[in-house]
């Protein structure tokens, strides 16, 4: 039966980017939606460049955004006898060859001219005897005329003529893999019907296509996305916001925010900004994905980033705030009155430790502070603490004889030790009848 089989194959030299975050993501919705497979990949052929840290970070990401993969996951550095079994198989067919030019031939070739195509392609029908003292490469045997051509599910039609492409090299000369074969061989083997990749890679297409013919492997759908720029145009730079996926984790943006931004950077429905992951699933079409670059806005993700945080409950929020607070009424009045002002986790627990943290006096803040407002304070020893409501009854039947701002201001101020803040009735109600009391205490001997 026909399966949609994705992909994301990160290689282990960097951290996951926002970029590779929303291929994986597509590559992700794809399988989903389609119950297909989802395979994750890792290409560390790469030893010089490679590193335990940049994979553990990956796979850290991946964890975090909960795109779960299926099983296996592969790492090409495990899988070399493989590659050199598929490179034997094209030596015996004779849809490869061994290349005896000299690093140093080469060279000299280069200095007289830049197509090197036909003298790279000096032993493509040697019958000789190895050549002593040369270890050689292996390359393939591109075709001599006609065109490669493929349909991109983004961009169209893409030809390409085969003058543009050499007899490339598929082993080095110690006998390891290059980089477009293993990437064929291990598609291929694993029957991914659908490669998602940033359009970086759309010059690699051609002469994967190639190793896909020459052993004859069905050939998949290719999708090459688009980059993310910033709103200039231009290649995003950690400036602009080209960071980890983790640092946006640490930076206290929630996962469905920045999953559901960077879905939209590069598909649209309608003008719906709101996708849950449900949404996305029932709407993701690769054959949709923009076909331009997609330039980045982050007062959007900050946007949903704050959409995201309002509609979690406390439960969620304790958990995701990693707080040492307890699941009560007061916990869930202090959470509801920072919802809506945080844009960021991180926003949140500063504001949550504005106000839990006790204040620190200061004279400038408070300098207009009226004396009488002063001396009425400690009636909030007489109010009721039961409930949210009865502190907002009692703040409402205050008997003054001047104006209640004037009061709410002196006891913002005790409270909180600053202007400005949440209302005053929640944070009564959030702090207790001790810690207000305490707070008032501290104040007014501040003032003495
Ligand atoms: N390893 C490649 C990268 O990190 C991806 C290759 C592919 O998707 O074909 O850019």
Redesign the pocket.
Known sequence: MFMIVT?????PTGNLHIG?LR?ALYCYLYARKNHGKFLLRI?DTDTERNSQAALDSILEAFEWTELEHDSPMWFQSKRLDIYKSYIQKLLDSKKAYYCYLTKEELESERQKTKNLKDFTRKYRDYEGAPIQGIPPVVRIKAPLSGDVTFIDGIKGKIVISASEIDDFVIARSDGTPTYNFV?AID?ALSEISD?I??D??VS?TPKQILIYEALGFKVPKFYHVPMICNEAGAKLSKRDGALSVLEYRDAGILKEALLNFLFRLGFSHGDQEIFSMKEMLEVFDPSEINNSASACNFSKLMWLNSHYIKQKSMKELLSLLKMDLEENKRTECLLEALKSRANTLNDFKLGIESILEKPRYDEKMDSKVSPLALASLPVVEDFDFQSLDSIKEALHNLKLDYKIGIFMQALRCALLGKPGGIDLGECLFILGKDESLERIKAYLESKK
Do not use: K, L
């Open positions: 992909r994301f194959a990160p290689s590779g291929t290409e990437v598609d490669v990749r940033g970086d890679h690699n």
